[in-house]
């Protein structure tokens, strides 16, 4: 008998063992969850906290600033933060439909403030005017919309450093480091498992700042989380020149600044973010994109009013940018090309549109790269092509060519989205049954072609 029993705990403690080696193996995604990732495509990012009050730069006014300003900060301006217009269900609708596959919510910022309810800092959004667990309805909000869960977390903590007499800065002195500081590594640790086990299932995680010890507990905690920043490239700002190897994603924000700014803050075009998004989409990446809502709760209007124009463009061509991959090349000249992942040789086509092909008029366009047969079939996305509006007898039809020089295409800018026909976004064709062209194939007589058309 009590041999058994020793066998017994033996297997026990075995099976203990083995699954906490099990745990500790993990050091990167799960490649079916990068992949999984990859197919989303595009993301709403938030930055918001209690300091948008001030439309200051999000957290880092803290950096180097004096203790009566520290002081001021972690203790009056919480008082001060009651957003009585936050209705998430507004966000999460908006991002749908603008078709953002996954939202990232600064949880925690530098500055430390945590916008969820925590039992680990009073420095939070319960000890406000406001109260509500800011995190939980927003989690709430996007999950109705079917759209994928993630979390921003500043591993460096200003906060902390300030109650514990560390000067406050971004990675300028060892004890910045959670590695080199072991009370601040048990802090943000402490978090963490708050953030993903209080919340249902969190998708991703994105670590800004060092995630050494951070990324490998939030694995050991949730090994399908996807970790963006802090394990894959995240380029900030600027989307890089050509591909990079593996998933990756762009993080930009509309205007200036992450977080809301009142003054002084011109934004991007709606075209041109939505030329941003084909350009990411093309080179194989993910585009963030974000939005830094107002104090009260409401995004501003500039930034709704962006997200409805991509909202347009993403209704009409939304299967362009969506389950797709990059094609052989990213581009000709300065029009963009994707990929379908389940049908490999259909291949979207972004053309700009505005000044250079207007609405209801035809346009040809003689893609080198690209090779046809009696199979291959052309079409504009969002538009039948069997009428063109108030124009009786016009010809709208699509017709695609293979010829020697390449694949030659004549369509019509057919879709009719705005009253006065103004719509400077990109036009996107779907060309069925086609194959790449490689280099050494191209040939530069356009006399092959004169009698194509």
């Not at 200003?158 to 080199?180: A, C, D, M, S, W």
């Not at 010890?213 to 890089?240: C, D, N």
């Not at 990446?285 to 709704?304: A, H, T």
């Not at 020089?405 to 989205?417: C, E």
Request: a neutral charge; proline letters at 5%; glycine letters at 8%.
């Amino acid at each position: 008998m009590i041999k058994t029993l020793r066998i017994i705990v033996l297997l026990a403690l075995t099976m203990i063992v083995f699954a906490q080696t099990s745990e500790a193996q993990q050091t990167g995604n799960l490649p079916e969850r990068e992949q999984w990732f990859a197919d989303l495509g595009f993301g709403m990012f938030i930055h918001w906290s209690f300091d948008s009050q001030l439309g200051a730069v999000i957290s880092h006014s803290m950096a180097g600033a004096s203790q009566d300003y520290l002081q001021r900060f972690v203790n009056d301006l919480p008082t001060t933060f009651n957003p009585r217009k936050f209705y998430p269900d507004d966000w999460a609708t908006l991002a749908k439909l603008a078709g953002m596959k996954y939202v990232v919510f600064t949880a925690k910022h530098h500055s430390g403030f945590c916008m969820w309810h925590t039992k680990t800092t009073k420095f939070g959004i319960a000890n406000t005017p406001f109260k509500r667990d800011i995190l939980k309805e927003i989690i709430e909000a996007f999950r109705k919309q079917n759209i994928a869960i993630g979390i921003y977390f500043s591993p460096e903590d200003f906060y902390y450093l300030y109650k514990n007499n560390i000067p406050v800065g971004r990675l300028q002195h060892e004890l910045h480091y959670p590695v080199n500081n072991k009370g601040l590594m048990d802090y943000d640790k402490a978090q963490v498992k708050e953030l993903l086990t209080q919340y249902g299932k969190i998708d991703i995680f994105f670590f800004d700042g060092p995630a050494e010890g951070l990324k490998e507990y939030a694995w050991q905690l949730e090994p399908s989380i996807v970790v963006t920043r802090g394990h894959m490239q995240t380029p900030e700002q600027y989307l890089p020149d050509k591909p990079l190897p593996g998933v990756w994603e762009a993080n930009f924000t509309m205007g200036t600044d992450w977080q809301y700014k009142p003054t002084n803050d011109p934004h991007k075009t709606g075209t041109q973010i939505i030329n941003m998004l084909i350009e990411t989409r093309a080179k194989g990446g993910n585009l963030l994109m974000n939005i830094g809502p107002k104090p009260d709760g409401e995004i501003q209007i500039e930034q709704e009013a962006l997200l409805r124009e991509i909202a347009l463009w993403n209704w009409v061509n939304q299967e362009s940018v969506h389950n797709v991959c990059g094609w052989e090349i990213i581009r000709e000249n300065d029009i963009w090309f994707t990929r379908s992942k389940t049908e490999p040789n259909t291949v979207y086509v972004f053309v700009q549109s505005g000044n250079n092909w207007k609405y209801g008029s035809r346009k040809e366009i003689l893609l080198k790269t690209l090779t046809g047969n009696a199979e291959t079939k052309i079409s504009v996305l969002g538009f039948s092509g069997e009428l063109l509006e108030y124009r009786k007898g016009a010809d709208a039809k699509a017709y695609v060519f293979p010829t020697p020089l390449g694949l030659l295409i004549s369509a019509v800018h057919g879709p009719r989205l705005y009253t006065n026909g103004e719509w400077a976004n990109p036009v996107v064709l779907k060309l069925e049954n086609v194959k790449y062209k490689p280099a050494d194939k191209i040939i530069e007589d356009k006399s092959t072609i004169d009698g194509a058309l």
